[in-house]
């Protein structure tokens, strides 16, 4: 009894307490760059939006952040697997640990700190100016500096598909949706008949459409090229066959564009409602 009780001891347990301090700390430091520089390049959803670019920012803090955790209880799966494993014929647990004010004080400011500061920068990241592309409603609270000149598009959803239409150009309406480079985009996205949601990945937008709302979304576009655009709401029987391919054009390459949509959909343009935020009462009657 006395041999079983000496491996349980507290000087065995320090040392490898100390151990796995300085495996941790070690493991760490060479695994957190890994993660948040070499991975943390190509997390989603890229750098097609500024916003983009930032919500990539934010996934790279949070992966610095979880690393030394990740880190912290996997090794110490490890250790209980293999060094504070109970051997023998006899299984005998290990004596109790109670009352080890170090430990709590040490467990409740570290926890405290991290859950604190992930708080107040996802607070800080949703506040910031240039938005964290969702939607925030028909009046958002917080307005990128240059919004007044914002070129507005909106996005009309419904069971199955999405159009788009250009205020700024007659009010057209077509299916496909076409941006400018380099520009601030103001998105309306609403619905026609139940609740969907317009996701452009590599714009980092997903925004709420719903019907009777007007969900205004900042985004600033990157230079030309195209991105993914599906529905990230279940909304009936072929919600996963909507989805569109977005294109980011240069500037002079839109004008063009929307010339040539305003010519091709003339023929309907005189049955649509002119434009507005919101169209209702449809959603009753084109919902069945
Ligand atoms: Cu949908």
């Not at 964290?132 to 069971?159: E, M, N, R, T, Y």
């Not at 066959?241 to 023929?267: E, L």
Request: glycine fraction near 10%; charge should be neutral; hydrophobic fraction near 45%.
């Amino acid at each position: 009894m006395a041999a079983s009780a000496t491996t349980h001891g507290g000087s065995g347990g320090q040392n490898y307490g100390r151990l796995f301090v300085i495996l941790w700390i070690g493991i760490s430091v060479v695994a957190t760059p890994l993660t948040t520089i070499v991975l943390g390049r190509n997390i989603p959803p890229g750098n097609g939006s500024t916003e983009a670019t930032s919500q990539v920012l934010d996934n790279q803090v949070l992966l610095a952040v979880s690393t030394p955790i990740a880190v912290f209880v996997l090794l110490f799966l490890g250790f209980a697997l293999t060094v504070f494993r109970a051997r023998g014929p006899e299984l005998v647990d290990g004596p109790p640990v109670r009352g080890d004010s170090r430990i709590q004080i040490l467990w409740l400011v570290v926890t405290t700190t991290t859950v604190l500061f992930l708080a107040a920068f996802g607070t800080f990241e949703l506040f910031d100016a240039a938005g964290a592309g969702a939607g925030q409603g028909p009046s958002p609270a917080f307005l990128p500096d240059k919004h007044a000149s914002a070129l507005d598009v909106q996005v009309i959803a419904q069971q199955w598909e999405f159009t788009y239409r250009y205020p700024g150009s007659g009010g057209v309406e077509t299916p496909h949706l076409v941006l400018p480079a380099h520009t601030l985009i103001r998105l309306h996205v609403t619905s026609l008949d139940v609740v969907h949601s317009f996701w452009a990945y590599e714009l980092g937008v997903k925004a709420d459409a719903n019907p009777g709302t007007d969900n205004v979304v900042y985004v600033t576009t990157n230079g030309p090229r195209s991105f993914h655009i599906r529905c990230a709401e279940l909304c009936g029987l072929w919600h996963g066959y909507m989805f569109d391919t977005g294109r980011v054009v240069p500037a002079a390459q839109f004008a063009s564009w929307t010339t040539a949509q305003q010519a091709t959909f003339k023929p309907v343009q005189q049955y649509l409602p002119p434009y507005a935020t919101t169209y209702l009462p449809d959603p009753q009657r084109r919902a069945g």
